[in-house]
């Protein structure tokens, strides 16, 4: 290139800088995600509502378990969380600034009923994370997923030798179980889906909070959970209604009149997907008896603009990339098709959990 030519003209410039500012931007929003995580685990979300009102700056060094000298450091934390949302300015009666945590943001709160604190830990915990950095070395190789080339092993065996992982994705997963949960079972469209049903099996149910959710909230449901043997085996049964299969779902899933596969399909290729489809097949009644399985996952807008938050569907969709190399974020064309193959004739999508929806598939 000529030399002379990297010079840029005039009215160039704004443009060149904005394009830079676009790129360090999209080098640095990791930070963000940082940021929030070392949020939860100083504890700055609890120890902010613990206090009842706003705090100062010097209130909350003096409270969290950080050193002395970081309390300048802590200050430029909080502006990027303020500049998030995560938290907003107010002033107090003696005229100083303290941080607020917003409303919404109580689902940071680690005692919370409905906290996603363990979500933000389990999804960028260092082991998950991690396989990101593989994806171009993925998409040049036959490797299954980032994760065979990580690891030299899917996720879900990665999870079965490391059970410190194994217990903190398991606990990432309650958490979004009794969140969604919470919304569905106090939807009455969700909830007539159980009318005349006598059995739910929760397939990939991890450690049960969806089944125990449910079963809590329509008492006549008999709830049982398939999960691979480490998953079910760290379970605490005690004093649980809940009836807890190790298994493994493309072997067999035993017979229940409904099927639920939370956030599971999106883990698999389609092919997968098929395979899994067709045991619910096997498992669940004809239509005519009431058969049917229940779907949570996202329904991707092709258009990517009637969803508010379509963004985040897409990075979910790379998510699922680069952790299983086959599962993927579907749109309802891509669901159609898996449905129809694995012999089910007709579904129905209920968009009502926000990011995900409920779809209910017959079998024919
Ligand atoms: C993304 S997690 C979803 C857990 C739970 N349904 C939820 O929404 O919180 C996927 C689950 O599938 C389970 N799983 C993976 N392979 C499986 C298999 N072959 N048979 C049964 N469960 C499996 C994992 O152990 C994990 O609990």
Avoid at 343 to 357: N, V
């Amino acid at each position: 290139m000529d030399q002379a030519n990297i010079y840029p003209e005039e009215e160039a410039k704004e443009q060149l800088l904005d394009a830079q500012a676009h790129i360090w931007r999209h080098v640095f929003y990791f930070l963000k995600s940082m940021a929030l995580k070392c949020a939860i685990q100083l504890g700055i979300p609890d120890t902010i509502h613990k206090h009842g009102k706003p705090m100062t700056l010097k209130e909350l060094a003096n409270s969290l378990p950080i050193i002395p000298n970081k309390a300048t450091s802590l200050s430029r934390l909080m502006r990027l969380l303020v500049s998030s949302k995560f938290f907003s300015m107010k002033t107090l009666a003696n005229g100083e600034e303290g941080f607020a945590l917003n409303l919404s943001y109580q689902l940071l709160l680690k005692d919370h009923p409905l906290s996603q604190a363990p979500f933000v830990i389990g999804i960028l915990d260092p082991r998950l994370v991690g396989p990101s950095h593989y994806l171009s070395s993925w998409f040049e190789s036959e490797a299954e997923s980032s994760f065979h080339i990580a690891y030299g092993k899917s996720v879900w065996e990665f999870a079965g030798h490391d059970l410190e992982f194994n217990d903190i994705f398991n606990q990432a997963m309650e958490s979004d179980s009794r969140f969604a949960t919470s919304l569905l079972v106090t939807n009455n469209v969700f909830k007539g889906l159980f009318e005349g049903v006598e059995s739910l099996m929760d397939v990939g149910g991890g450690s049960g909070a969806t089944a125990k959710a449910i079963s809590e909230a329509i008492p006549w449901l008999k709830c049982s959970v398939l999960d691979l043997p480490q998953v079910v085996g760290r379970v605490q049964k005690d004093g649980c209604n809940l009836n807890f299969v190790a298994g493994d779902m493309f072997e067999a899933i035993p017979p229940a009149d409904t099927v639920l596969l939370k956030w599971i399909l999106h883990d698999w290729s389609d092919i997968d997907c098929i395979k899994i489809l067709q045991k619910c097949k096997e498992a669940i009644p004809t239509k005519k008896q009431g058969g049917k399985v229940i779907i949570i996952d996202i329904v991707v807008d092709p258009q990517m603009n009637k969803n508010k938050n379509s963004d985040v569907q897409l990075l979910l969709d790379m998510e699922m990339m680069f952790v299983t190399g086959g599962g993927k974020e579907r749109t309802k064309q891509e669901w159609e098709n898996i449905f129809i193959i694995a012999g089910f004739s007709d579904f129905i999508i209920l968009p009502i959990l926000g990011l995900r929806s409920a779809i209910v598939v017959y079998p024919s």
